[in-house]
């Protein structure tokens, strides 16, 4: 099971790597591995492990400008969208 979601906001990520460098662009790739792993996994992940990834996008977002910063904020608001189906909080 994949939860498109997170599956669509791990590309966005990709994406915006692929126009950066140092140690955004790999910081934003580990946010999309992170972000593939859990589209895959059995369990989803809950409100917490959530909150701390959009907190990273948010402050990678702000460290960007351009496209780049524009493809995290996407990215961010797919982990939202898939947040707000997450029972709990």
Do not use: F, I
Not at 66 to 75: K, L, S
């Amino acid at each position: 099971m994949t939860r498109a979601e997170l599956e669509r906001a791990s590309n966005l990520l990709k994406e915006a790597a692929e126009a950066t460098d140092g140690d955004v662009q790999e910081r934003l790739y580990e946010q999309s591995d992170q972000l593939a792993t859990l589209a895959t996994r059995e369990q989803g992940p809950d409100h917490g492990r959530l909150a701390r990834h959009m907190t990273v996008l948010h402050d990678l977002a702000e460290d960007l400008d351009g496209d780049a910063a524009e493809t995290v904020r996407e990215a961010r608001s797919e982990v939202l969208e898939y947040r707000k189906g997450v029972p709990g909080v």
